[in-house]
Structure formats: structure tokens, C-alpha cells
């Protein structure tokens, strides 16, 4: 199948699919799994990101020609498991410090210039993302695969993803003075809300 570039389509066509992420409407966190005493408890800790925005080109009559950039704030990431005030502030801490470094990297980047996308059935659709994601400095691949929903004026987009921690030199980190460990991978959970840009 050939790919089509936005540049390439018409403009109204190009204006008609143009889609904008409502954050508010959004859902996306992170989950880390844990090694060591405390995780015989189940403790693993998740992460809530509570600032990103983006946008996704996506025409129904040109597939080919989908595409999606997304960008989160780093300083945005917050432990949302219940645990007492005083362990979610030094988990964030050392999240932001030590792991993220926030000061030096403030966000995190995915871009994806062009999408394989499938139709299901009617508005349901299979979207395939083998887009590029910066974090921490580094850059890789990171394909991920999203179903997606049109509904009118707006898309629902979701899915799961993992990576590993280290692919983006970032710190292993360990809380409760070595009770709790973070494993390398992390698995992120998206459900992802768009609206149409008038």
C-alpha cells in the first residue's frame, strides 16, 4: 500500500481530518512492576500523566495519509496509588530528580508521520503506529498498535504499550531503602479522546 503524505492531499481534505486531543478527556498512565520485599504485597506503582497534548491527521477516504504527534510534560507524572502523602512525595521525587530529571529533560515526545490503518467494522477502526519516541535525550522506535473509534466529531483511541527503561538511560531506582525496587519495564495504558478542529 502506498503512502500517501499529508502534504500530498488536498487541503480541505487535510483541514477535514485534522483532529486535536482533549487532555481533560484523556486517559493515559503508566504502570511499573516491582522486585523486592514489598512486592510480595503487590505493590506496583502507577503512574498517572496528567499533562499532554497532540493531534492526529485521520481521513476515513485516505488512510494512508493518518498521522500522529503526541507531547507530555514531564513534570506532569504523579504516583496515583494510595499510599501515604509522605511515600508519594519522595516516589516523585526521586521519579522526577533522579529518574525523569525534569529540569533537563521537560518533555517527552512520540511522533508518528505516518499510520497503517485498518477498517474493522463501520466506525471501528485498527490503527498500527510505527512512530519514533524521545525521552530523557534518546530517541527510538516504538511501535504501537491502537484501536480506534469514530464517533462524528470525535475519536477514541486506545491501547497498551511497553518499554524498557534503560533503552532511555534512565535511572533503576529503588524507595523504602531497597524494599521496593522498580523492575526495567514499564507498561503505559492509553485511552485517548480527540476532537475535530473546526
Same mark, same amino acid.
Given at each position: 500500500?502506498?503512502?500517501?503524505? *499529508?502534504? /500530498?492531499?488536498?487541503?480541505?481534505?487535510?483541514?477535514? %481530518?485534522?483532529?486535536?486531543?482533549?487532555?481533560?478527556?484523556?486517559?493515559?498512565?503508566?504502570?511499573? *512492576?516491582?522486585?523486592?520485599?514489598?512486592?510480595?504485597?503487590?505493590?506496583?506503582? *502507577?503512574?498517572?500523566?496528567?499533562?499532554?497534548?497532540?493531534?492526529?491527521?485521520?481521513?476515513? /477516504?485516505?488512510?494512508?495519509?493518518?498521522?500522529?504527534?503526541? *507531547?507530555?510534560?514531564?513534570?506532569?507524572?504523579?504516583?496515583?496509588?494510595?499510599?501515604?502523602?509522605?511515600?508519594?512525595?519522595?516516589? /516523585?521525587?526521586?521519579?522526577?530528580?533522579?529518574?525523569?530529571?525534569?529540569?533537563?529533560?521537560?518533555?517527552?515526545?512520540?511522533?508518528?508521520?505516518?499510520?497503517?490503518?485498518?477498517?474493522?467494522?463501520?466506525?471501528?477502526?485498527?490503527?498500527?503506529?510505527?512512530?519514533?519516541?524521545?525521552?530523557?535525550?534518546?530517541?527510538?522506535?516504538?511501535?504501537?498498535?491502537?484501536?480506534?473509534?469514530?464517533?462524528?466529531?470525535?475519536?477514541?483511541?486506545?491501547?497498551?504499550?511497553?518499554?524498557?527503561?534503560?533503552?532511555?538511560? +534512565?535511572?533503576?531506582?529503588?524507595?523504602? %531503602?531497597?524494599? +521496593?525496587?522498580?523492575?526495567?519495564?514499564?507498561?503505559?495504558?492509553?485511552?485517548?479522546?480527540?476532537?475535530?478542529?473546526?
Amino acid at each position: 500500500m502506498a503512502e500517501i503524505s *499529508t502534504a /500530498e492531499a488536498e487541503p480541505s481534505k487535510a483541514e477535514a %481530518g485534522l483532529y486535536v486531543i482533549n487532555g481533560r478527556s484523556s486517559r493515559f498512565t503508566v504502570r511499573a *512492576t516491582a522486585s523486592g520485599l514489598l512486592a510480595a504485597m503487590g505493590h506496583n506503582p *502507577t503512574i498517572n500523566i496528567g499533562d499532554f497534548s497532540g493531534e492526529v491527521k485521520f481521513d476515513p /477516504e485516505k488512510l494512508e495519509a493518518s498521522s500522529f504527534r503526541l *507531547t507530555i510534560k514531564t513534570s506532569s507524572l504523579g504516583v496515583q496509588d494510595d499510599i501515604s502523602d509522605k511515600d508519594r512525595r519522595e516516589m /516523585e521525587r526521586l521519579m522526577n530528580k533522579d529518574v525523569l530529571e525534569t529540569a533537563k529533560f521537560p518533555e517527552i515526545l512520540y511522533v508518528a508521520p505516518a499510520i497503517a490503518v485498518t477498517n474493522m467494522t463501520g466506525m471501528l477502526y485498527s490503527a498500527m503506529l510505527n512512530g519514533e519516541l524521545t525521552m530523557h535525550g534518546v530517541t527510538r522506535g516504538q511501535p504501537i498498535t491502537a484501536r480506534v473509534v469514530m464517533l462524528g466529531s470525535m475519536l477514541r483511541a486506545s491501547g497498551d504499550f511497553s518499554l524498557d527503561q534503560t533503552d532511555y538511560n +534512565l535511572k533503576l531506582v529503588s524507595f523504602a %531503602g531497597g524494599a +521496593l525496587k522498580l523492575k526495567d519495564e514499564l507498561k503505559f495504558s492509553f485511552e485517548i479522546v480527540a476532537r475535530k478542529q473546526e
